[in-house]
């Protein structure tokens, strides 16, 4: 049977058909949203009696071929299954489609719209009373999967054909989960109960719907209230193209504002998640999320658990049932710690976590990241969870980790945990839970002789901080030297000379001492001797950096100083030319420390800027490299700026790669700190600011005002005067501008007699010009007399 809401299954509402399920690890995630849904409606299942009289046998042969084939593939992903099932309903052999159910079912969960072609398949051919009986079961197992009303309203209608009672149990948990947005669904059994005429059903069909479904009997304008929450939050819903974790938070304040019961508000909370999960199926963080709504309390200071106040139908939502839920749709890592804590905090046995555990491995043996980290959270609780005084647990732990290491070898050869974790936690409890370094020992040395793990100096960093805090450093000077012989030809040696030359100083005598310096300048000899320029580079580094620690306060401010002095220095000298003083600089100007910049000076005069790179990439990442040409003649002037990302890396840069030597001169490094600016204009100003800088002058010079040339001041204050007099007469003003063209050339007359009498230029006010203030420029000189 179908009705127009099973024709209708959108997509929006099962996401399952738009977004189908793949397992993944967390850094390896695959796109199967090419995967479409097949269609839903009646007219895809055909009556298998049809199947007799097939007008195409050779197209049936070849899906038949492609169903085989698809069935062969080892180690299958979600889009083979989806295939598979695709196929198996093109066929329309019954056989054939619950095969491809059957594989599905061991392998994730299977969607919804999957199950609902299935289960009308199904109900087709079932005719006999255990034939029902399989059905009503596949009926709860399709329930189980996703929030998915049109599957529901499909199982419901199955019902509807049945006596209430004897289905009591499958009405109850479906009404427990979709009595809230399905009022229909409660209307339909309130039908059929009034079709029930002994009283002893009728009050067992009352109790147990008022148990398990919260919305039996609210009243109606709570129901209102809840549907508008609802309806409202769907459409939300189905608007947003992803998820965000504020639409559910948004719609769970405003369900604790509604005057509901605890058990209404809960079962609400539940619907906004399972509604959510239904969309993003495989979104590991919205499952956390609910996982953690469902732990916490309800109320601050009560003892009763979200979940435990809401009335589970099909859709489990008890904190270890929804993580198993995850699992078995989509592990992460994170999901899988989760998992693991849950278990714990369950106090499961440890029995029942291993089977658990060997079971999820199975799971994710194609994703080995995801498998290594399970692995390392599963040792990490055998830790905790034997008694290092009981020698038969400490024995099963050391098998534990034998076998974990075996088993990550055998399914992932040379690639599985490269950096060794299971290995170091092994030799880590050893030497720290178990006091056993010889075994500790014995594991490191497992670890050197893989290939590539001698030349790791972490490793060796590890090994002899476990010797030194867990076995009193016995063994620390014998593992330091193993270091250094195995890392010769690397540059990370000085970090284990340095250990070494530290750790005799510390607990050493005068002998071991002696011994260990005499050692280490040998080493530190014949390393420089094979490769100069990269032991010479990281040896200075090594050693500045004390001189750093020492030196700290005082290293700034003499480089501060120096690059001040600079110019005056380089101004004051003859044989340079004076075109030099008023030269502009190729970069942008800061007068701040810049404290991610460096500069360099004394380089040589072929420098390139990818001498420099090399010479500092070391130190961290170079966003810019600039050398400083003479602008008159392009000529280098031996000086440069190197900019880092980082601050520290340019304070690294200024430690390690003061004094080293680029092409045969020692350069000098500091933090860029430009001087102050000295202010441009004539030759004379600049010779002043010159001279006042060589003087030790730190004071800015104040920047000169420029005289307007050619603007007879007098006459400017006497045109002033007439022009006030003048201010309210319109024509006067008009014979004011005559006056002044013709004052004019008189200004140029007084100009020329500038240096007779004083009195004979007062007494003609007529040829001056002027404003109310001194003119600034030639052009404010002509718009005074409106030339």
Sequence with gaps: MSSGADQKASAGDNIVNEQPIEISSDSSIEDNSGCDAPSDSDSDVSILSSLVDSTDSHDDQKLADEFSAILAIPNKRYKHYMDLCTTAFKLNVFEKIEVAINEFQEYTIVPPHIWLRYLKTLKVVTQTPAEWVVFQTKCSTALTSFYDDQLAEFVVKSLMEQPLVD????????????????????????????????????????????????TWSCDKDKLEAIADLIDEFKQKLKSNAENSSWLQESYLLRAETLSLSTNLKCSLAKLIYERCLAKYPTDSRLWLDYIAYMEKP?????????????????????????????????????????????????????EQVDSEIKRQLQRIEP????????????????????????EEQVNQLRDAFREVWDRLSELYGDLADTSYEVLQLWAQVEYAKLNNPENGAAIWCEIFNYPGSSVRSHLWLSY???????????KVSIVLRQALEALSMTPDVHVIVELYRRNERCFGNYESIAECQKYCEAYVEQQQHVDPYRQQSAWRQGNNRRIQSYQKPEKKPPIKSSRKQLPAAKKIMPSEPPAKETKESNFKYSPNMEENKIFIKNLYANCTKDDLTDAFESFGTIKDVRLVYRPSNQRFKGIAYIEFEKAEDAQKAVIGGDGIEIGGQKIEVAISNPPPKLATGPSTSSGAATVAAAAGDKKKPEKRRIQTSLIPTRLVLNEVKRRKKLELDDDAAVSSTNDAANGNSNSANGNDNGNGNGNETANEPEQSSATATVPKSNDDFRKLFNI
């Design 167 to 214: 289905h009591l149990s499958m009405w109850s948990k479906i009404l427990a989960d979709y009595g809230l947005e399905r009022i229909d669904f409660i209307e339909e059994v309130r039908k059929l109960l009034s079709g029930v005429n002994e009283k002893d059903e009728i009050e067992k069909v009352e109790q147990t719907m008022s148990t398990n479904c919260v």
């Design 298 to 350: 309800m109320e601050p200071e009560g003892e009763a658990m979200a979940h435990t106040a809401v009335c589970d139908g099909y859709l489990k939502c008890k904190p270890l049932e929804l993580i198993n839920r995850v699992l078995q749709t989509r592990p992460t890592i994170a999901l899988n710690h989760k998992y693991l804590e849950l278990m714990e905090q369950n106090k499961l046995s440890p």
């Design 367 to 390: 994703y080995m990241e995801m498998n290594v980290e399970l692995q390392l959270d599963y040792l990490a609780y055998r830790v905790r969870h034997t008694e290092v005084h009981n």
């Design 464 to 474: 002899a901080q476990m010797e030194i805090e867990y076995n009193k450093g016995h």
